[in-house]
């Protein structure tokens, strides 16, 4: 049986009386590196009989601090992910003023000791906090005795002998269509999710009917092209190809993800689901014909089906 998630809401609830193991940073992507230091946790929970936790933002930090607009991950998506590891306690707290102006002995009072009620703090070695980001892992292990917990700092996961993974190489990676990558480092498909709208329903006249999919969150999408993709609908997957772009052969102006499943007639209009990116095939091009547009999608379906035998 699966274990009961708990959310906390730390600008409204109560602190929660259990002692923790709570792992602190943004975790966008939660890559390979996070769950290396999410193992960290388990393993110093287990060993200590702690309730194994992270601490979790509403809004992705770097909205505010460098207007990034684009992740990998929602909130909701960074919880599933780390529930499938393991981790089955949300803390969560609003990145607003207030939080940002805490100084780092501030956040380690208020937040770290009295609002998480943390035995250990799990973070990275490059992990920061507090006012213009003055705290660092040294702040943490200066203060551990007055604040009656412990910190455990983890290594960086390497990416390669030279540069360790993070998660804003890979939402370049992302945007570069360099899917293969993106998903060895994730150690699973890059996946984005959505609501399954009306289109212009001009793939039925092309006799490739797609689903198009409206965002629920702003995730960063791979470079314009086609994509074979896994479509979950209702609890069941599909293979499928998906179109990234502005489907130029048509001179439309705005970036859309459109997505043909394979062997599929089904109606799923208003259907939630999530597209998982597998394979890159080829960049969006303008056709000069209707024909010329439809010879590359055969070939593309062709392509797919190879590529599944292959799997198989």
Do not use: W
């Not at 399954?196 to 490739?208: A, E, H, P, W």
């Amino acid at each position: 049986m699966t274990e009961k998630i708990k959310i906390y809401d730390l600008n409204i609830d109560l602190p929660d009386l259990q002692r923790k193991a709570v792992s602190l940073g943004n975790f966008d992507g939660v890559h390979l590196g996070h769950q290396k230091l999410m193992k960290n946790n388990l393993e110093i929970s287990k060993k200590y009989d702690l309730e194994p936790a992270v601490l979790l933002f509403k809004q992705n930090t770097k909205l505010r601090l460098k207007d990034e607009k684009e992740y990998m991950t929602s909130l909701e998506d960074k919880i599933e992910i780390l529930s499938s590891i393991g981790i089955h306690t949300f803390c969560l707290i609003d990145f607003d003023e207030k939080f940002m102006n805490l100084s780092p002995r501030e956040f380690i009072a208020e937040i770290i000791n009295k609002k998480l009620n943390a035995s250990y703090i799990i973070c990275g070695k490059d992990y920061r906090f507090g006012k213009k980001a003055s705290g660092d892992v040294d702040t943490l292990e200066k203060y551990e005795e007055r604040y009656n917990y412990k910190t455990s700092v983890v290594d960086f996961e390497k990416e390669d002998e030279f540069n360790k993974i993070s998660s804003n190489h890979l939402r370049d990676l992302i945007r570069e269509g360099n899917i293969k990558k993106v998903n060895k480092l994730l150690a699973r498909p890059y996946k984005i999710k959505g609501t399954i709208v009306d289109g212009m329903k001009r793939g039925r006249t092309l006799n490739f009917p797609t689903a198009n999919l409206k965002l629920s969150f702003n995730y960063v999408l791979p470079i314009d092209g086609v994509y074979l993709t896994r479509i979950n609908i209702d609890n069941k997957s599909y293979y499928a190809l998906s179109n990234v772009g502005k489907n130029p052969t048509f001179g439309e102006n705005s970036r859309k993800v459109e997505t043909y499943i394979l062997d599929f007639d089904q109606n799923i209009y208003g259907e939630n689901v999530s597209i998982e990116f597998l394979e890159f095939f080829r960049y969006d091009i303008k056709f000069t014909s209707r024909e010329e547009l439809i010879e590359q999608m055969n070939i593309d379906k062709k392509r797919a089906y190879k590529y599944l035998e292959n799997l198989s």
